[in-house]
């Protein structure tokens, strides 16, 4: 009797007992219950915003009057725009100079902290890099203000001082400001990314370093063979979370250069900012938005698809 309760009138011959499927309704209930907040939040600061901008890219916006539909005029106009074409440069220049230093170094000084033996030593260091990456970028960016500066900055004290050479103009050269910049970004954050190479190079088992130790490898040897093969995982969240910042830097931007000297310092989303906040250009900066929003989204899709052999989604 029981068999041909459960056995009949379901695919493969299998139905599920009633009394099970409705815990399971409830569980499904309560679930939505508690996710709905999330989703209600994403949905409305997420999904809408994007939502707005799309809209916003084929249109002509006037708050105060008609809003004609233009097709894509918007990003006609984007695309012959000289300075959105150089702000798309200098965010692909800037990311490929911060992403990978920033990686290596974050990797180098992870290991640094997890090769020492005392657990409180290790916790004091991780403090010690972490909590540049929790101050406010604001703050950051005018400490480095001062470092940068052209008459009494630290930086030209030691360029004078030590190399005997003359100041300069670190934020003021189409050569050296986005390079400062960068510097500056690779030097000021590098802790969120510490502490989580120190929490994936706690999970490989010593017995692996052990091993490639008798095997005679060396320091960068055991690392390249042991380390990076083990640590895949981690590095693909690093890798795509930095570039996704790289590419949507604008405090320093906004604080230090305002996108000059002539251009040279000029992002996308500085572009959008400086579009829609002096120029009135909602539909272009609109636009811009949602070329970001591409840009980021495609390299995103590219970094899953080259890490896909080795890490398990």
């Known amino acids: 009797m029981i068999r041909r309760r459960l056995l009949s009138g379901m695919p493969g011959g299998i ?38 901008a799309g809209w ?36 692909f220049y800037y990311a490929v100079m911060t ?9 180098f000084i992870a290991i640094l902290i997890h090769s020492l033996r005392s657990g409180a030593a290790k916790s004091l260091w991780q403090a010690v890099f972490y909590l540049p990456g929790v101050v406010s970028g604001i703050a950051v960016a005018i400490i480095w203000r001062f470092m940068f500066d052209y008459e009494h900055g630290l930086l030209n004290y030691f360029v004078t001082s030590l190399f ?78 930095s570039t996704l910042g790289a590419m949507q830097v604008f405090v320093p931007i906004w604080l230090l250069t305002r996108g000059g000297p002539v251009y040279s310092t000029m992002t996308v989303a500085y572009f959008i900012y400086n579009q829609l906040m002096y120029y009135n250009n909602a539909g272009t900066a609109a636009a811009g938005g949602v070329v970001l929003l591409a840009l980021t989204v495609g390299f995103t899709i590219l970094q899953f698809r080259a890490f896909a052999q080795v890490v398990e989604f």
């Open 15 to 52: 139905r599920i007992p009633r009394r099970r499927s409705k815990l399971s309704a409830r569980e499904n209930r309560w679930g939505w219950f508690f996710i709905l907040p999330f989703v209600s939040l994403f949905t409305v600061f997420g999904l809408l915003p994007i939502g707005i």
């Open 56 to 91: 916003l890219s084929f249109v002509d916006w006037h708050p105060l009057a008609t809003t004609p539909f233009v097709a894509f005029r918007n990003y006609q106009a984007l695309l012959a725009n000289a300075a959105f074409r150089k702000a798309i440069w200098n965010s």
């Open 99 to 107: 992403v990978p230093a920033g990686i290596a170094l974050a990797l």
């Open 164 to 241: 005997g050479i003359e100041r300069v103009a670190w934020l003021g050269n189409v050569h050296t400001a986005l390079p400062s910049l960068a510097l500056m970004a690779l030097l000021s954050s590098p802790g969120g990314a510490v502490i989580i190479f120190v929490a994936a190079l706690g999970g490989i088992p010593k017995d692996l370093y052990e091993a490639a130790e008798l095997d005679g490898a060396g320091f960068w040897r055991r690392h390249s063979a042991v380390t990076l093969p083990l640590i895949v995982p981690s590095f693909l969240y690093i890798f795509v979370m």
